[in-house]
């Protein structure tokens, strides 16, 4: 016998009962959630079950950035996860971007650290770095070229046109980078420790190896600028010296005499300004700020970092302070303005305690 029919008041409540499933209970019904979705590939992992990655084009890390980064991680933690794929071969995580995160958290003594996981091919995992790293413009040329070689080798030989449209350069500025390759290795040791830009490097390639080496040594010891060393060069092209050191530096040192000095800046607080403007944008990651401060940089003919060299810079102006006037320090004084725009780029770069 069928079971009797519901009254008609009770189906209307039966039907008008709110259903929940299981993922609604679990479900984060916060004001912060709105518009935020979890990730499963977000994970925390032991730092002993991740790797380098040994086709990682970068080779060079500035060991005084690294100890930065360091010390900042001991403070703060780590602020940004690193990428890594699944081995699943070795039962290993290797990394895809943030080496420089990884290898300092190790430094710091973590025992872990945040990470996103990713299913990443390895030609996609090569090209990935490749192109992070000159997005950022932040690998040396001549480890920018070990790269593409090797992304041409993991592309079945591609050809270079099909290279450079992959990452996004020129073919014209591919061939700048490879033209690296061809240099002696202390003029590459010099590129990757930033003594020497790739642009100065121009200069080297033609020369015989004497003349290499000699023009090497005045553009480190004479600060000399791009266009300045590629005048040199053409000189010593057309000059036809025998390949002897002693003549050739002699030659290079008279050559770099009668290259007349630049012009000195009609308004050193402007360029001041600018230079110190770039940098605390930089400092505060601002679109585009990178490649303001690079040419800004430029213009002012910054040279490479050097910490010896900023520490005697440092004791220049500690000298200079010690005697400032105490007028020169207000409003109007002669030292107010600049040491008033170096506060406040100092205050974007340094850490707060």
């Known amino acids: 016998m069928s079971s009797p029919a519901p009254a008609q008041g009770e189906s209307r409540a039966r039907s008008g009962k709110r259903r929940f499933t299981v993922d609604a209970l679990f479900t984060d019904h916060r004001p912060q959630a709105v518009g935020v979705e979890d990730m499963p590939t ?5 730092l002993d079950r991740i790797e380098a990655d040994p086709d ?3 080779r060079t890390f500035d060991p005084e950035r690294l100890a ?3 010390a900042s991680i001991q403070r703060e933690g780590i602020l940004q996860p690193i990428a890594v794929s699944y081995h699943a071969e070795r039962d290993i995580y290797i990394v895809i971007h943030g ?4 290898r300092a958290a190790q430094a710091a003594g973590l025992t872990t650290v945040p990470a996103i996981v990713r299913d990443v091919p390895l030609e996609r995992r090569l090209l990935q770095q490749l192109m992070e790293n000159i997005v950022r413009d932040d690998l040396n040329a001549v480890d920018r070229a070990a790269a593409l070689r090797t992304l041409k080798q993991q592309l079945n030989d591609a050809p270079w046109d099909d290279v450079a449209e992959m990452v996004g350069i020129r073919r014209s500025r591919l061939f700048q980078l490879l033209g690296t390759e061809k240099l002696p290795s202390s003029v590459q040791e010099d590129i990757r420790g930033g003594r020497l830009s790739e642009k100065q490097s121009r200069a080297l390639q033609g020369l015989p190896p004497v003349q290499q080496e000699a023009l090497r040594d005045a553009m480190l010891e004479q600060d000399l600028s791009a266009e300045q060393a590629m005048g040199v060069a053409r000189a010593l092209k057309q000059a036809g010296l025998p390949q ?4 050739t530096a002699q030659f290079i040192a008279a050559a770099c005499n009668e290259i007349a000095p630049p012009p000195a800046p009609a308004d050193p ?3 001041i300004a600018e230079l110190l403007a770039a940098i605390e944008s930089a400092a505060a990651g601002e679109r585009g700020a990178q ?3 690079a040419s800004a940089a430029s213009t002012a003919r910054a040279r490479p970092f050097d910490g010896d060299r900023l520490r005697g810079e440092v004791l220049v102006l500690a000298r200079t302070l010690a005697r ?5 320090l207000v409003p109007g004084g002669a030292a107010y303005m600049p040491l008033t725009m170096l506060r406040a780029a100092l205050n974007a770069l340094l850490p707060a305690e």
């Open 56 to 58: 990682q084009p970068r």
């Open 68 to 70: 930065e980064l360091t």
């Open 269 to 271: 607080l402007s360029q």
């Open 324 to 328: 400032t006037p105490s007028t020169e």
């Open 244 to 247: 002897d050191a002693t003549e």
């Open 99 to 102: 080496e420089r995160r990884f």
């Open 42 to 46: 977000a994970k925390e992992i032991r």
């Open 291 to 293: 490649q303001m401060l």
